[in-house]
């Protein structure tokens, strides 16, 4: 005894028949959920009108302060001789 589904996978016919039929299911379903989604449409959220972002102004580098003198300073106090 061979049920209608057996019939439609064995053979390269059955298989072709099988994917075709599966193919219609699966057009179907989602023809049926593109018609119930479109009968109630969502608006889409508005967006925030925003300046476009502005360039921060460029800050000036400013050098790292050499420890030289201040050695030399230290130097200068504790040296029985100055440099």
């Given amino acids: 005894m061979t049920t209608e589904s057996d019939a439609r ?5 059955g298989e072709t028949r099988a994917i075709a039929a599966n193919a219609a299911k699966v057009l179907e ?6 018609g119930d989604s479109s009968a109630a449409p969502t608006p889409a959220p508005k967006q925030d009108k925003r300046r476009a972002p502005r360039a921060l102004p460029k800050r000036r580098v400013v050098p790292r302060r050499s420890r030289w003198p201040s050695l030399i300073a230290a130097l200068n106090y504790w040296s029985p001789k100055p440099l």
């Fill in 9 to 13: 996978t064995r053979g390269p016919q």
């Fill in 29 to 34: 379903t989602t023809r049926r959920a593109w």
